[in-house]
């Protein structure tokens, strides 16, 4: 087996590719769509794919990749690749201070009132008062405009966490 990653995403069968490329995004179509364009000549091509399809997803198959994310600050349980990837993303939440932590409850509860999906962000990066002002703002969307934030959310989720793969 080949020691560079990408080379060993390449070379990986076809099931193991797909188990991992669904650690990085639960929509049905999303590994078998990505695997299929194996061999990628660069970790930024497979990334710039991973991203143009998971923004190309249908919204019944944004839902389902959804489903596989907890809300911002709650934390995710287990050993799989997802909890992993999750709570690593959700670093920024640790240090929040008990009335952002509140308010993000608070919050989380009422975008899902408005919007009936988990608040989706790519929380890599950010702070926890940034994904509270986030998550402010974008309660004021319309569900189509939300729609297109919670796609591009997902893009740029799953572009990161290939490019964990390959690291």
């Known amino acids: 087996m080949p020691d560079d990653p990408l080379d060993r995403f390449n070379a990986e069968p076809v099931d193991r590719a797909h188990e991992a490329l669904r650690s990085c995004n639960a ?4 590994a078998t769509t990505v695997a299929a364009g194996r061999p990628y000549p660069s970790a930024d091509a497979l990334v710039a794919r991973v991203e143009a399809v998971s923004r190309a997803l249908p919204w019944d198959e944004v839902a389902a990749a959804l489903a596989a994310h907890p809300r911002i600050g709650d934390r995710m349980q287990g050993t799989s690749a997802e909890a992993t ?28 009132d408005r919007f009936d999906q988990v608040f989706l962000i790519r929380a890599a990066g950010r702070s926890a008062e940034e994904m509270l002002a986030e998550l402010d703002r974008r309660l004021t969307n319309t569900a ?4 297109a934030e919670v796609t ?13 793969l390959l690291a």
Do not use: H, K, W
């Open 27 to 30: 929509a049905p179509s999303f």
């Open 85 to 112: 990837a999750s709570r690593s993303e959700q670093s920024g939440m640790t240090t929040a201070s008990d009335s952002v932590r509140a308010a993000m409850v608070e919050g989380n509860r009422a975008y899902e």
């Open 144 to 147: 189509e405009a939300e729609r």
């Open 152 to 164: 591009e959310q997902l893009a740029q989720i799953t572009g990161l966490r290939v490019r964990g």
